[in-house]
């Protein structure tokens, strides 16, 4: 029997089995999770890009206008809401126009991103379409759940400097928006701390794309360290996951000690980490934690 007696839709050659033109390529950044990227907003997207220019190429920036997305970012990487043209800082249209739109975004994410098992969520505090960004929970969730990925989503949100919060729109975006990702599992990227950090050694407009590229430098050392095997102790993918899974603020931060003969080395390693972290500094015990020592052969066999 003729496989077309059958009607099936092979016999018409529709479903090939090739690989979908529109998948973006893999992440050549080296993680022990398989994680796609997503910047939704100005500020978002403009994070999303430190991202994609250290390998991380499953990336998509979501706007509600083209004018805000970053120079050199190619159009396969773009996701602009239709029917808009920014939301001129209302988070309430913002959170309405993308409830409408979800469909958009969830099918950019297959077709794109395709079987990805962890979410970084991107955002901005103040701004409109930034802080609506939880909005999307849903389509974001559904779609992890579709691909039948085995993490969450994390979100990364950034809370504007003193001087931003001046102005009364971008303190209540801001606000609103760290509201929404208090009980899911977030990262908090404090701005103030950074351009402290950072001010005398950056100049003004390299700014922000300095803190940005240091941030996910940050977080992608994490995801790379989780891939080493240590004679002496591990941590691998599942206790980053531990980590991550937690509904409530991740904490991360980073410190380079040179003389580690130096007495209350645990504390300094902690303090030195806090003081120079771009994330507020906790407040309270940790529910899990870790600290990834990286160190010489040489200083590993030094007694």
């Known amino acids: 029997v003729a496989v077309e007696d059958f009607g099936f839709i092979e016999g018409f050659g529709i479903m090939g089995g090739g690989e979908d033109e529109d998948l973006l390529p893999d992440n050549t950044a080296i993680s022990s999770l398989n994680v796609g990227i997503v910047g939704v907003g100005g500020a978002g997207n403009k994070m999303a890009k430190a991202f994609m220019d250290i390998g991380f190429s499953k990336t998509l920036l979501v706007n509600t ?12 990487h ?60 849903e389509v974001f969730q559904r779609y992890l759940k579709s691909v039948e990925a085995g993490g969450e989503v994390l979100y990364v949100v950034s809370w504007p400097t003193a001087q931003e919060s001046l102005n009364p729109a971008i303190s209540k975006n801001a606000l609103s928006l760290m509201n929404d990702v208090t009980d899911l599992p977030h990262v908090i990227i404090d701005n103030e701390r950074q351009t402290k950090l950072l001010r005398g050694n950056v100049g003004m407009l390299g700014l922000y794309p300095y803190a940005n590229t240091a941030f996910a430098k940050l977080l992608a050392q994490i995801l790379k360290l989780s891939t080493e095997i240590s004679p002496i102790q591990s941590f691998d993918s599942k206790d980053l996951e531990t980590c991550l899974r937690t509904n409530k603020r991740v904490f991360l931060g980073t410190t380079v000690i040179p ?23 906790p407040r309270a015990k940790g529910e899990t934690g870790t600290m990834l020592l990286v160190v010489t052969p040489e200083m590993a066999n030094d007694p």
């Open 78 to 137: 773009v996701v602009l809401i239709p029917d808009s043209d920014g939301i001129g800082k209302d988070v309430s249209l913002g959170k309405s126009i993308f409830k409408s739109n979800g469909a958009v975004v969830e099918d950019a994410l297959r077709t794109k991103l395709g079987n990805v098992d962890w979410l970084l969520v991107l955002a901005g505090g103040g701004g409109g379409t930034g802080s609506s960004a939880v909005a999307l929970q």
């Open 65 to 76: 206008t083209g004018k805000d997305i970053p120079k050199g970012v190619k159009e396969e």
């Open 259 to 281: 003389d580690p003969k130096i007495s209350n080395l645990g504390a300094a390693i902690y303090q030195n980490c806090s003081k120079r972290s771009p994330c507020p500094p």
